[in-house]
């Protein structure tokens, strides 16, 4: 199933990554998701860096019967490898959530392109299912999950390059 999440920050892309591979940020993204278990883990390489957030989410949202089969939540392993930056400053990532001793997958981008004063940034993926019979019903459940936490996240990063400290 495709996700798409359009999304603009009022910093530039270079602001942005900068954001994104902060270690504090990443704690307070993960505490905005009620995350559990939380161990994030950055390559700090100044061109290509790669942040790595592994968690247990909260099965919010989720049917009754995926709730009951997973009460202590669901393990996400977060990747975003990002590319070195374009002539025009704009960026581009790798984007993998894996969801350990789950049959899901997605596999993405995230893109940054300088936007009215700003940054225009777009998640976009595949999201599979590796269940016969059910992958369909499975993705879509999954998708509103996703782009759920998707959301939250951007609240948080608009939320930090404000200079807002509060929680979100």
Same mark, same amino acid.
């Given at each position: 199933m495709r996700v798409d999440v359009p999304m603009s920050y009022p910093a530039s892309p270079h602001a942005v990554v900068?954001? =994104?591979?902060? *270690?504090?940020?990443?704690?307070?993204?993960? @505490? @905005? =998701?009620?995350?559990?278990?939380?161990?994030?883990?950055?390559? !700090?390489?100044?061109?290509t860096p790669t942040v790595v957030a592994d968690r247990v989410m909260p099965p919010y949202?989720? !049917?009754? /019967?995926?709730? @009951?089969?997973? !009460?202590?939540?669901?393990?996400? /392993?977060?990747?975003?490898?990002? @590319? *070195?930056?374009a002539r025009d400053g704009s960026r581009a990532a790798a984007i993998h959530l894996d969801f *350990?001793?789950? *049959?899901l997958m997605l596999r993405g981008t995230l893109a940054l392109v300088r936007a009215d004063g700003g940054t225009r940034a777009t998640v976009a993926g595949q999201l599979r299912a590796a269940v016969p019979f059910m992958a369909g019903r499975i993705e879509r459940m999954a998708a509103k999950l996703v782009v759920r936490a998707i959301t939250i996240?951007?609240? /948080?990063?608009?939320?930090? =390059?404000?200079g807002d400290d509060r929680q979100h």
């Open positions: 900068a954001m =994104l591979v902060d *270690p504090a940020y990443q704690e307070r993204k993960c @505490a @905005a =998701l009620d995350a559990r278990h939380v161990r994030i883990t950055i390559h !700090p390489d100044s061109a949202g989720a !049917p009754d /019967v995926i709730r @009951a089969m997973v !009460p202590s939540g669901i393990r996400v /392993v977060e990747t975003v490898s990002w @590319a *070195p930056a *350990p001793h789950h *049959p996240e951007h609240g /948080v990063g608009r939320d930090w =390059l404000a």
